[in-house]
């Protein structure tokens, strides 16, 4: 697993045909048995994306038991991945699907690819994909990951080596588009993130500031 860190980011959002401005964290924390992630968005002074994914380590490497999302205007949505039951259930819907192991939600998926990166970097080449089972907060999805390339990208921090993937939504769905960066000289941390919506609407978080914290 990647060191435990803050990462601070400076935002760029599109809403309503506004482009608006501000600021991020995710912090992650992890001792070899258990993680937390945190993490916040805000522009404008309002905060427009709080989540928080609290599990375990075990041998699928990220292992989520709780997923929590509130964004701005909408109430906060809930995943449970259940061990006792062997089901994943939703507060947003009354789905719910069975729990084999390696599912993921939206915030843990970035550390399950970081610990790939970390554990099996031959996984990352032009072209490659990786292919994992995600919930968000209605549902669950195969999420096909595909690695794009090994990129400069600009950031308030300096210019950073990182590898670009890309988690592109099926034809038709309503589902975001998820552009990460992960920089293999920074233990594979997301040193950029971009949301994109259905209608065009997006989320971008370049990294500031990396700050190493304490496990939990």
């Known amino acids: 697993m990647p060191p435990p860190v803050e990462l601070k980011y400076d935002v760029q959002a599109l809403r309503e045909e506004k482009v608006v401005y501000g600021s991020g964290r995710i912090a992650w924390r992890a001792d070899g048995e258990r993680y937390q992630v945190d993490g916040e968005a805000s522009v404008l002074f309002f905060s427009v994306l709080h989540f928080q994914s609290i599990g375990a380590i075990d041998a699928f490497g990220v292992a989520p038991e709780l997923y929590s999302e509130k964004r701005f205007r909408r109430p906060e ?49 032009p072209g490659a994909t990786i292919e994992l089972l995600v919930a968000g907060v209605r549902n669950m999805e195969p999420w096909v990951i595909q690695v794009i390339g090994l990129e400069q990208t600009d950031t308030p921090a300096g210019s950073i080596e990182a590898w670009h993937v890309v988690r592109a939504p099926r034809p038709g769905s309503r589902e975001q588009k998820l552009d990460i960066w992960l920089a293999p000289q920074h233990w594979w941390y997301p040193m950029r993130l971009r949301f994109t919506e259905s209608n065009g609407e997006y989320l971008d978080m370049a990294v500031t500031s990396v700050q190493s914290l304490t496990p939990i």
């Open 77 to 125: 949505n809930v995943t449970r991945f259940e061990r006792d039951t062997n089901l994943i259930r939703f507060t947003a819907s009354g789905a719910s699907y069975t729990r084999a192991g390696g599912e993921q939600d939206r915030a843990s998926i970035v550390w399950q690819l970081a610990a790939i990166g970390l554990g099996d970097p031959g996984r990352y080449t």
